[in-house]
């Protein structure tokens, strides 16, 4: 039987049958690591995805010498559901209005206010808000993704967000 480490430097050579295996192997663990430590399904499935992703860009950083792919690739996960747990408690922070609690859900009304608002938004901070809030990506992708200086990327979102929360927070006050 050819090992995860053989098929990984399989695939560091291009054969794709190796990223094909790896995959086939290794999802179930990482997703099972990764809803074990969140508790959502939805979250845990993008998580895995987005690992075997960035192992496409990463995949000749792997060094058998330092550890197993299996090590490796829940590494990478780890990362990826850090930085996304910790960008969703900053929103937390920035709009606590907009956080559904248990005994208070958005009402439809509510989540159309919302999205009403940020339509409201100039395109350039819309398109920042919607690529950091609703595609959970990091500032520095929306920088190339927009072809705009990171520096620009946060100044448009810090603009976006202020603009959002004193709109928003007369609607959900009232």
Same mark, same amino acid.
């Given at each position: 039987?050819?090992s =995860?480490?053989?098929w990984?430097?399989?695939y560091?050579?291009?054969?794709?049958?190796? /990223?094909?295996?790896?995959?086939?192997?290794?999802?179930?663990?990482?997703?099972? /690591?990764?809803f074990?430590?969140?508790?959502e =399904? *939805?979250?845990?499935?993008?998580?895995?995805?987005?690992? /075997?992703e960035?192992?496409?860009?990463?995949?000749?950083?792997f060094?058998? *010498?330092?550890?197993?792919?299996k090590a /490796?690739?829940f *590494?990478i996960?780890?990362?990826?559901m850090?930085?996304?747990?910790?960008?969703?408690?900053?929103?937390?922070?920035?709009f606590p209005?907009?956080?559904?609690t248990e005994?208070?859900?958005?009402?439809?009304?509510?989540?159309?206010?919302i999205q009403?608002?940020?339509?409201?938004l100039?395109?350039k901070q819309?398109?920042?808000?919607l690529?950091v809030y609703?595609h959970?990506?990091?500032?520095?992708?929306?920088?190339q993704?927009?072809?705009?200086?990171?520096?620009?990327v946060k100044?448009?979102l810090? =603009?976006?967000?202020r603009?959002l929360?004193?709109?928003?927070?007369e609607?959900?006050?009232?």
């Amino acid at each position: 039987m050819i090992s =995860n480490e053989e098929w990984m430097e399989a695939y560091k050579n291009g054969q794709v049958e190796g /990223f094909e295996q790896l995959y086939s192997r290794l999802y179930e663990p990482l997703y099972c /690591f990764l809803f074990r430590y969140t508790r959502e =399904n *939805q979250l845990s499935i993008d998580i895995v995805q987005d690992t /075997f992703e960035r192992l496409q860009y990463i995949k000749k950083d792997f060094d058998q *010498q330092k550890g197993t792919v299996k090590a /490796f690739l829940f *590494q990478i996960a780890y990362r990826l559901m850090i930085n996304k747990l910790n960008r969703r408690k900053k929103w937390r922070t920035l709009f606590p209005f907009l956080v559904p609690t248990e005994s208070r859900r958005l009402s439809t009304d509510e989540k159309l206010t919302i999205q009403e608002a940020i339509l409201q938004l100039p395109e350039k901070q819309r398109a920042v808000i919607l690529l950091v809030y609703y595609h959970d990506l990091p500032q520095e992708e929306i920088a190339q993704i927009l072809s705009i200086p990171l520096g620009t990327v946060k100044s448009r979102l810090h =603009n976006a967000i202020r603009t959002l929360k004193e709109e928003l927070k007369e609607d959900f006050d009232a």
